[in-house]
């Protein structure tokens, strides 16, 4: 039920018909901001039990992902996890080490050997989530999964069974109503 509701405000709340061009700099017809569903209350607590399922058995540590995109998911999964009782820290990875302060490049408590979970809101090739990858791993981390709200099933999947990490998407683009 709870998959089914967030799907529903993925659709009505991010998802867009038109000509766009992604991050990845492909082009589409369609686009998912997932922030605004991950910045909505309910879209906001929804997807974070629906991260929280999907990872019960990865014994992680931290959640953590690039800003922008992965920022409202690692704090409303901190905050449910923590009620949960299953407290996982929060780390956000900035895309440059900041040029002030002690310059670091994750934020939050990352020690060594961290179990790391990945998030991201929409996926496409996989490259802005192994950005995070790359930085956590660098810091000691050990990255258990990545979780993306949306795949957009444009290989993905595929990058990082390569890289041998597992990847999980809450829905695709078909549960949107897209032929991929």
Do not use: C
Request: glycine residues 12%; aromatic residues 4%.
């Amino acid at each position: 039920m709870s998959k089914e509701r967030l799907t529903e405000i993925i659709k009505e709340k991010s998802f867009r018909t038109g000509e766009f061009t992604l991050a990845s700099g492909l082009k589409s017809n369609h686009y998912i901001d997932g922030k605004h569903t991950t910045l909505d209350p309910e879209g906001s607590a929804l997807l974070a039990e629906a991260i929280l399922e999907i990872v019960a058995d990865d014994n992680a540590d931290a959640i953590g992902g690039l800003t922008l995109g992965a920022d409202p998911m690692v704090g409303s999964t901190t905050a449910i996890s923590h009620i949960k009782g299953t407290p996982l820290k929060g780390l956000i990875v900035r895309k440059e080490a900041k040029g002030h302060g002690t310059g670091n490049k994750i934020e939050g408590t990352l020690n060594k050997g961290d179990r790391v979970i990945v998030v991201e809101d929409v996926t496409t090739t996989g490259a802005s989530a192994w950005k995070a990858v790359e930085s956590i791993l660098a810091n000691g981390g050990k990255v258990v999964r990545i979780v993306t709200m949306v795949d957009r099933l444009q290989g993905a999947g595929e990058f990082f069974a390569e890289k041998g990490v597992p990847f999980s998407a809450i829905i695709t683009v078909r549960d949107l109503g897209v032929d991929v």
